[in-house]
């Protein structure tokens, strides 16, 4: 069992940034795969960014060039640096966790896996961006 706690939401204008962080209980050495989703009001949960162990790395067509997903083994700790910030990527943001191989393979292979591809979940930090 992990426990994943997120920081770092807050308000910002369109254009800005935020660094999103997400801790671990677990040794993130022993967790094949992270990522970052996001729901709003409304909406399905989408992923934003992942990242497995080796390194690799998967994100939304949405976010590419504009996001960057980081894991610090040492520290136990999943990152996610915003830049350039819209209106649409408010929503909460989670993080996730997974211990399972076919889920590292997926982002390995370039593919971002849906929530449902997760099992560990924190509870969320919310995010607005106003135009």
């Known amino acids: 069992q992990v426990q994943l706690v997120e920081s770092g939401g807050g308000s910002v204008q369109a254009g800005g940034s935020l660094s999103l962080s997400c801790a671990a209980s677990a040794h993130t050495y022993r967790i094949y795969s992270m990522g970052w989703f996001r729901q709003a009001p409304g909406k399905e949960r989408e992923g934003v960014a992942a990242?497995?162990?080796?390194?690799?790395?998967a994100y939304a067509d949405s976010v590419k060039g504009r996001f960057t997903i980081s894991l610090d083994k040492d520290k136990n700790t999943l990152s996610l640096q915003m830049n350039s910030l819209k209106p649409e990527d408010t929503a909460m943001y989670y993080c996730?966790?997974?211990?399972?191989?076919?889920?590292?393979?997926?982002?390995?292979?370039?593919?971002?896996?849906?929530?449902?591809?997760?099992?560990?979940w924190g509870q969320g930090t919310q995010v607005t961006v106003s135009s």
């Open positions: 996730a966790a997974d211990f399972r191989l076919e889920t590292a393979v997926a982002i390995t292979a370039g593919r971002l896996p849906g929530s449902v591809e997760f099992v560990h």
């Open positions: 990242i497995e162990s080796d390194g690799y790395t």
